[in-house]
């Protein structure tokens, strides 16, 4: 398992951008798949976007797709989602997530504390 602690969350008014951080520390992080995902009040958990290891392979859920960008940095151990033209159902704990399959299959197995995000319209 990792360490995972997110950052960059915060208040943006609807049609705003921000941009999520997650560092990891432990073992290999290249060796990791990363996912973000994300809950809102009174709704379970969705998922938001995820990257490969290498970072060459991305997927979306159909909700951000063309607003949400996954992207990494296994230099500094750090997965980011770019989000650009928030709506206020984006508004949400945002959390990310690390699955050790390769490839990727959506077995995560370490969570980090998530981060507040709560766009205003």
């Known amino acids: 398992q990792v360490h995972l602690v997110e950052s960059g969350g915060g208040l943006v008014q609807a049609g705003g951008s921000l941009r999520l951080s997650c560092e990891a520390s432990?073992?290999?992080?290249?060796?990791?798949?990363m996912g973000w995902f994300r809950q809102a009040p009174g709704k379970e958990r969705e998922f938001v976007a995820r990257i490969s290891g290498s970072g060459r392979t991305t997927a979306y859920a159909d909700t951000v797709k063309g607003r949400f960008t996954i992207s990494r940095d296994n230099a500094k151990n750090t997965v980011y989602l770019q989000m650009n033209s928030l709506k206020s159902e984006d508004t949400a704990v945002y959390y990310c997530?690390?699955?050790?399959?390769?490839?990727?299959?959506?077995?995560?197995?370490?969570w980090g504390q998530g981060t507040q995000v709560t766009v205003s319209s």
């Open positions: 997530a690390a699955d050790p399959s390769n490839p990727c299959r959506s077995q995560y197995d370490s």
């Open positions: 432990g073992r290999t992080f290249s060796g990791y798949c």
